[in-house]
């Protein structure tokens, strides 16, 4: 059994085919690989845990024995949440070895989200952790069996019992082992998830072709090696710190992954300095803070290398000062979980590297600067960015409908950002045409808040817009028409949390207003409530 989704003209196969970025091997081999070279070299340090990659490899595989007998196995799907701990990565290699196609939901996602993401992709295994909220009890995992018939098997982190803890069945290799066979290259490995601006959350096929030559890629330009200690702060699922070059970077050139709970700046001061780490990938919110806490902790960061950062705009102002406070270079990263990453280079000049989010990771990366008719503009004026190539998707998962909305005929995809090519041939990232918050590299969906809104019984209309935020760069505000105006924030929130969305996608802000301004063509004029923002008025 396949996993149905869009795949690439047969045209542009065959191209990334010979020209060397399609390999036609599974994401596996990165481990694979490593078990061979170095197998007793360091592969991830989890707290007071350290990982070989042959431990990782055991650990994957018992687990992947046990799933294979409990009869899971190709065109199966999981569903998985787990915090920064070691346990991703072997669960992420048990999947992919015997081709269970996994969502990685973030730790942070509640309810909503996981049941949208149970809903299009049906699974038959949930891995879970004890340590959410939501699995502290059986009754989320219960609703979820209710819900998915399919669903045969949970198992959760941080649970001592045999029956249904994950750990057991890492430790424990089953009596008989069947070969293990990953799905073809050229079919899905896992989803990726997408930062939306849909009302619900959007699903991204990414194959073990397109993905693994994004890593490959990708650990090149970062200049990789064995000696590589990287710090995973940002959720371990996301596409960034698992991909750009990430997690699977690293272990792709054999060097090892330090887990920080969060980008905390002392927290991850001390594992820096304690495990001798050299290259971090934070989103700009923790540059910032980690900026401020850096003077004082200068010889715990000694083995800086390199901080990436993406996620979100990046001020040049700031990009200045990161040489000098952390003591190690910078490089800009403009990346998608749907694909297309952008690097600035290591030997790009200063410059460079503080004013522009850099260039593509391949020469096949197709990149178009269009207009609203879909029309090339001017070299160096903005316009959105359209973009195909050996690693960008070529549709979300069952949005038939949505996908015709962002892909062009010629299956482009549209990203939604506004953006600037340098006469160099970099990108500058200047905005955005999607109906999106981008709240510190953290992505809300404008509608999908608005829907939760509006089911408030005292709501009759809902916009939620972007207001400017000295350190996460962009908060929510939503605007509110009620009936009744005693109608107040607090229970707004009461609402939204108890319809189970998770808690950064809540409004940092409310106000209530007599009416919605509207455009020409009767639509809500969030351009006119962005510039009200700027204008003092009630608030609660
Ligand atoms: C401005 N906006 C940026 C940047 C992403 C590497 C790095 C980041 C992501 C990511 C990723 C930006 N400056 N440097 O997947 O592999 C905004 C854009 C983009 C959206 C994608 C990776 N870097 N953005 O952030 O899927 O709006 O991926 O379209 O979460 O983040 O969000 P996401």
């Known amino acids: 059994m396949k996993i149905e989704f869009q795949r690439w003209p047969d045209d542009l196969a065959s191209r990334y085919r010979e020209r060397g970025y399609w390999i036609d091997e599974p994401l596996t081999r990165i481990l694979a690989e490593q078990w061979r070279l170095r197998p007793e070299a360091p592969a991830i340090i989890c707290g007071e845990r350290r990982f070989t990659y042959a431990e990782l490899d055991t650990l994957s595989s018992n687990l992947a024995a046990h799933l294979t007998a409990q009869g899971l196995g190709h065109g199966d799907t999981a569903l998985v949440q787990l915090p920064n701990v070691a346990e991703f990565y072997i669960v992420f290699f048990a999947l992919l070895k015997i081709g269970v196609a996994p969502v990685n939901a973030l730790f942070s996602h509640r309810q909503l989200e996981l049941t949208a993401y149970a809903k299009q992709i049906e699974p038959r295994l949930l891995i879970a952790s004890r340590r959410h909220e939501l699995f502290g009890d059986d009754g989320f995992a219960a609703e979820l069996r209710r819900m998915v018939p399919g669903l045969a098997l949970v198992l959760l982190h941080d649970e001592p019992s045999p029956e249904i803890g994950l750990d057991h069945r890492m430790r424990a290799a089953p009596d008989r082992r069947s070969p293990f066979a990953p799905t073809a290259s050229d079919e899905v490995a896992f989803f990726q998830l997408s930062g939306g601006s849909t009302g619900t959350p959007k699903l991204i096929p990414r194959t073990h072709n397109d993905y693994d030559y994004s890593v490959r890629g ?49 927290t991850c001061f001390a594992l820096i300095e304690r495990h001798g780490v050299d290259m971090v990938a934070l989103v700009p919110p923790a540059i910032m803070l980690w900026l401020q806490a850096a003077p004082a902790h200068r010889s715990a960061l000694r083995s800086l290398k390199l901080v990436q950062v993406g996620g979100a705009s990046f001020a040049g102002s700031i990009a200045r000062q990161v040489p000098e406070v952390l003591g190690c270079k910078l490089q800009q990263v403009f990346g998608m979980a749907e694909g297309l990453v952008n690097y600035t280079r290591l030997d790009d000049a200063d410059e460079r590297v503080f004013s522009t989010q850099g260039r593509p990771i391949s020469p096949d990366d197709e990149v178009k600067i269009v207009d609203e008719d879909g029309r090339p503009v001017a070299e160096g004026t903005p316009g959105m960015l359209a973009t195909r190539g050996p690693y960008t998707f070529r549709g979300y998962y069952r949005s038939p409908e949505h996908n015709a909305q962002v ?75 009620s009936r009744n105006p005693e109608l107040k924030a607090p229970a707004l929130r009461r609402h939204l949390l108890a319809l189970g969305v998770a808690e950064y996608k809540l409004p940092d802000r409310v106000r209530l207003i007599e009416a919605m301004p509207l455009t020409a063509v009767g639509k809500i004029d969030k351009k006119k409530l962005r510039d009200r923002l700027a204008q003092p008025s009630a608030t609660f």
């Open 218 to 266: 990708s650990a090149e330009i970062c200049g990789l090696t064995p000696q590589t200690r990287f710090l995973c702060a940002l959720p371990a699922g996301h596409n960034f710190p698992l991909s750009s070059p990430g997690a699977l970077g690293v272990f792709h050139a054999g060097g090892c992954v330090v887990l920080a709970p969060n980008p905390e700046p002392l």
């Open 407 to 481: 892909f062009d005929a010629e299956g482009f995809y549209y990203s939604g950002d506004v953006v600037q090519r340098t006469p160099e041939g970099d990108l500058k990232v200047v905005g955005r045409v999607k109906d999106q918050i981008n709240r510190g590299g953290e992505k809300v969906a404008a509608e999908e808040i608005e829907n939760l809104i509006l089911q408030h019984p005292d709501v009759t209309q809902a916009a939620l817009v972007a207001m400017q935020d000295a350190l996460l760069g962009e908060k929510s505000c939503a605007f509110i028409v």
